[in-house]
């Protein structure tokens, strides 16, 4: 028996759990008659086989996982689900292997970037497969088996630290990690509930209420339209959008104990969350003035309405648009991705560095600042009213280190195959943010069908890079991973 056979043995019941999510557009597609119920029934009896098989063959294997284990578990996950979700795209859409994993892996690592043109004729099946990919993966499949697979034989412990975002993964809302994930699946549900009768109180049909509101609480910025949200050209709908974009880029924890507590004390305690409001607030007025003086807009409402829209899509790592914020003077759409990069917190369905990284950095370098000055002085980081210990914050200047790198590193690589350096650059820190759109080639009005296959893998790699904020992915991918 291979030393990592419970890892496939709970990687097999995982992908078994993952084919039952294709019922939904499988009965929609059934409903509907929209032709691609054949496509769903293989890919479900695929995917369904494929995990019964793996479990089976090491059923026996159930001792508990190790850290090694986790790790290796979350990689497995992220890159193997993503291969079966292709599987309708594929035989339905006659989408390449490249250009249906991109899109899949798009949804599940809840990016929002897509490959697929014509969304307004695409069947409803394919529509609602594509969203429900972005809300399974905005909490995280993994946070969803660690609630189920106790009951099975399997802890999840080890398999919820490597995939919970953010630098402080140590920290638990109840004191059994099984409780933990079906609290946040809960608040994760109920919060979903409510933005899709929002959504259609506003005025969106179900169908689209339902889509959006699976991509709005994932942040993964797909949609029914290829106009976005510009197909609506509805202030009410946007605002709906604002408001639960705002919510799932806050820490879910911060949600759930104030859910739990009946009190929003949770969020005013939460220095991410006082900072991830504060910058987007003033980063809106900035481009909205800025854009407004810059004759973009007549009127000051106008560039204040597309401003707030767009700028909290781009910040949350969403991915919506309402116009095509690329033709804005260079400063407004680089500013927004610039934020995609931080603000949104530890915790939430965003991608990024997250906030609590973003105030640890800035801390650190006002702390050498104070030192230059005042060598002997004693200063203390602290974050949350808590002392940031010293091994975080190394973790933390590794992680920026290793962050910048790759970025500079993919974007060399993507202008090497002959991209253009602001599609190059802008596609990778929308992939490893998991934004979306970029600029140039691949900005909001356009899709990433235009790269090659070899660019269109970087941004994969980007993507999953981003989604397993590096560490979890590269330590994987060390020799000494392997090494007995």
């Not at 809302?173 to 959504?199: D, F, H, N, Q």
Request: with cysteine; charged share 10%.
């Amino acid at each position: 028996m291979t030393r990592f056979a419970p890892v496939y043995r709970a990687l097999g019941m995982i992908i078994m759990l993952f084919a039952l999510t294709m019922l939904a557009p499988l009965v929609v597609s059934y409903v509907n008659n929209d032709g691609a119920q054949s496509a769903y029934d293989e890919a479900f009896l695929l995917t369904l086989l494929s995990g019964t098989f793996l479990w089976y063959r090491y059923r026996h294997c159930k001792r508990e996982l190790n850290i090694r284990d986790g790790f290796l578990m979350v990689v497995l996950v992220w890159t193997v689900l993503p291969a079966f979700a292709a599987i309708p795209l594929m035989i339905h859409l006659g989408l390449s292997h490249t250009d249906a994993y991109f899109e899949t892996m798009s949804g599940l690592t809840t990016t929002g970037s897509t490959v697929i043109s014509g969304l307004d004729t695409l069947p409803m099946s394919i529509n609602l497969w594509r969203h429900e990919l972005v809300w399974i993966g905005g909490m995280g499949l993994i946070v969803l088996a660690v609630a189920i697979l106790p009951m099975l034989g399997i802890g999840g412990r080890q398999m919820f630290k490597a995939e919970t975002p953010g630098p402080m993964k140590d920290s638990k809302m109840t004191p059994r990690i099984a409780e933990t994930a079906k609290g946040l699946w809960l608040v994760y549900v109920s919060v979903s509930i409510a933005c899709l009768l929002a959504y259609r109180w506003a005025g969106m049909s179900w169908f689209d209420a339902a889509c959006h509101m699976f991509s709005t609480m994932g942040l993964g910025g797909f949609s029914t339209h290829d106009a976005s949200f510009g197909f609506f050209n509805s202030p009410a709908i946007e605002a709906v959008a604002i408001v639960f974009m705002l919510i799932a880029g806050i820490n879910f924890g911060t949600l759930f104990l104030a859910v739990s507590g009946r009190s929003l004390r949770p969020y005013f305690l939460d220095p991410e969350a006082r900072w991830f409001v504060v910058v987007t607030l003033f980063s809106i007025l900035i481009i909205a003035m800025y854009i407004w003086k810059d004759g973009v807009y007549p009127e000051f409402e106008t560039a204040l309405r597309h401003s707030a829209f767009n700028v909290v899509s781009i910040a949350t790592t969403t991915g919506y648009a309402s116009v095509d914020y690329a033709l804005w003077p260079i400063f407004a759409p680089l500013w927004m991705l610039f934020l995609s990069s931080f603000a949104t917190s530890a915790g939430s369905t965003g991608g990024g560095i997250k906030m609590a990284r973003a105030l640890l950095l800035y801390k650190q370098v006002y702390r050498e600042l104070l030192r230059a000055m005042h060598p002997s002085a004693v200063y203390n980081i602290r974050i949350g009213g808590q002392v940031a210990p010293q091994p975080i914050l190394f973790a933390v200047l590794s992680f920026a280190f290793i962050y910048m790198v790759s970025i500079v590193s993919l974007t060399l690589i993507l202008a090497f195959t002959g991209l253009d350096i602001i599609s190059a650059f802008t596609a990778v820190v929308a992939s490893i943010n998991n934004t979306g759109p970029g600029l140039g080639v691949v900005g909001p009005s356009t899709t990433y069908e235009v790269l090659e296959d070899f660019q269109t893998w970087i941004c994969i790699f980007a993507m999953l890079l981003g989604r397993l904020e590096i560490f979890t992915l590269l330590v994987v991918l060390t020799p000494a991973f392997w090494r007995k």
